[in-house]
T-cell receptor, first 112, second 114 residues
Framework: LAKTTQPISMDSYEGQEVNITCSHNNIATNDYITWYQQFPSQGPRFIIQGYKTKVTNEVASLFIPADRKSSTLSLPRVSLSDTAVYYC?????????????FGSGTRLSIRP | DTGVSQNPRHKITKRGQNVTFRCDPI?????LYWYRQTLGQGPEFLTYFQNEAQLEKSRLLSDRFSAERPKGSFSTLEIQRTEQGDSAMYLC????????????FGPGTRLLVL
């Protein structure tokens, strides 16, 4: 079971770039890395997913080194609305659903 | 709106009562998941369906919990003889068969057992 480790919390300011790193030392060959965002009283929302190197979409970038034992979610020029909990997950598309573990996530607070 | 919907959004009940929650997934998604989330924690997997078949259940899912997805569309989660420890947010998510890591979540049903 691929376990992930993230910082419990992070603080930043509007307009800054925020990088949240996730460790997953036991990631398996078939595992993908997925990040979700959750606002209070809402369900998590998919942000980005990757397997290796770099993935970028309109919301974020995901950097994955060659050994894949960690990944970094990068949020460019954050705003107050980016205050949320961010979850890093690893899992394979065809593996057991019960192996998808959210953990406690990283609580990101953005200040003016 | 073509997202995942859940009803009711809030439920307050007395200990010992039965409650039922409903989830309507994104229509073309074959997989449907139920999670439970308590304050300060991430969602915990409870069970999942592929079409109408319930393929996995977590050990968290006691005998008082039952889930159904009779026609492979909407799903219900019933909790019998509720306990105060059942108070939590119950989340439903759906995904396409080939991409279970990309799950689309509903807004959740917040249950409070008094």
């Amino acid at each position: 079971l691929a376990k992930t480790t993230q910082p419990i919390s992070m603080d930043s300011y509007e307009g800054q770039e925020v990088n949240i790193t996730c460790s997953h030392n036991n990631i398996a060959t078939n595992d993908y890395i997925t990040w979700y965002q959750q606002f209070p009283s809402q369900g998590p929302r998919f942000i980005i997913q990757g397997y290796k190197t770099k993935v970028t979409n309109e919301v974020a970038s995901l950097f994955i080194p060659a050994d894949r034992k960690s990944s970094t979610l990068s949020l460019p020029r954050v705003s107050l609305s980016d205050t949320a909990v961010y979850y890093c997950l690893v899992g394979a598309p065809y593996s057991s659903a019960s192996k998808i573990i959210f953990g406690s996530g990283t609580r990101l607070s953005i200040r003016p | 709106d073509t997202g995942v919907s859940q009803n009711p959004r809030h439920k307050i009940t007395k200990r010992g009562q039965n409650v039922t929650f409903r989830c309507d997934p994104i229509s073309e998604h074959n997989r449907l998941y139920w999670y439970r989330q308590t304050l300060g924690q991430g969602p915990e997997f409870l069970t999942y369906f592929q079409n109408e078949a319930q393929l996995e259940k977590s050990r968290l899912l006691s005998d008082r919990f039952s889930a159904e997805r009779p026609k492979g569309s909407f799903s219900t989660l019933e909790i019998q003889r509720t306990e105060q420890g059942d108070s939590a947010m119950y989340l439903c998510a759906s995904s396409a068969t080939r991409d279970q890591e990309t799950q689309y979540f509903g807004p959740g049903t917040r249950l409070l057992v008094l």
